[in-house]
């Protein structure tokens, strides 16, 4: 493993453990959770955004440095990682355009569960999860794997941190919601 290498594992270690202890902290307890952040002006959708991006972009920059170390099957490499990646980017936007980049980034807004949120309550999370996947998939590199594993632990714990919230904020409505549609699937 090359310096740069190393640093960018780091990093994004680093960035997924800072994510998933913010949520562990948010989920038990939610009286002074972080995410969702308390009020709409906070730094903390700008900060876990970032944090985000980090996890993403040190997986691709050390998958860059590290391309092809893995022996992966030509039909997973090639078609699954990138089917994996565009498709999770389609709904992913189509997810933030659905109920906005407020709701998006934590903030109150109105409840949708149409669309996208007709089938998961969490459509982005479950895509952002297809998306790292892919990109490990495609990427074929041992180092990168850590970062994707650290990244797609922080994506499946967020609801956990932001439902009870939503339920406060929604009463029944979002109630009733839970009851028809699953958490991811």
Same mark, same amino acid.
């Given at each position: 493993m090359t310096a740069a290498q190393g640093i960018l594992l780091v990093a994004g270690l680093l960035s997924g453990m800072t994510l998933i202890g913010t949520l562990v902290w948010s989920i038990f307890l939610p009286s002074r959770r972080i995410w969702p952040p308390n009020n709409e002006t906070s730094p903390i959708p700008t900060v876990a955004w970032g944090l985000t991006l980090a996890v993403f972009g040190t997986?691709?920059?050390? =998958? $860059?440095?590290?391309?092809? *170390?893995?022996? *992966?099957?030509?039909?997973?490499?090639?078609?699954? =990682?990138?089917?994996?990646?565009?498709? =999770?980017?389609? $709904?992913?936007?189509?997810?933030?355009?659905?109920?906005g980049l407020k709701a998006t980034s934590g903030g109150r807004d109105k409840l949708i569960t149409t669309g996208l949120y007709r089938h998961s309550?969490?459509? &982005?999370?479950?895509?952002?999860?297809?998306? +790292? $996947?892919?990109?490990? +998939?495609?990427?074929?590199? #041992?180092?990168?794997?850590? $970062?994707v594993a650290? =990244?797609?632990?922080? +994506?499946?714990?967020?609801?956990?941190?932001?439902?009870?919230?939503?339920?406060? &904020?929604?009463?029944?409505?979002?109630?009733?919601?839970?009851?028809? *549609?699953?958490? #991811?699937?």
């Open positions: 997986a691709i920059g050390l =998958g $860059i440095l590290d391309w092809g *170390t893995v022996s *992966t099957l030509d039909p997973v490499r090639w078609a699954l =990682g990138p089917v994996l990646i565009v498709a =999770g980017n389609l $709904i992913v936007w189509w997810g933030a355009f659905s109920i309550r969490n459509p &982005q999370y479950l895509a952002d999860m297809a998306i +790292l $996947i892919g990109f490990g +998939l495609w990427l074929s590199s #041992f180092w990168v794997w850590p $970062i650290v =990244g797609v632990l922080a +994506l499946a714990m967020a609801p956990f941190a932001e439902e009870p919230w939503l339920s406060a &904020q929604y009463g029944a409505k979002f109630d009733d919601y839970c009851a028809v *549609t699953g958490r #991811f699937l």
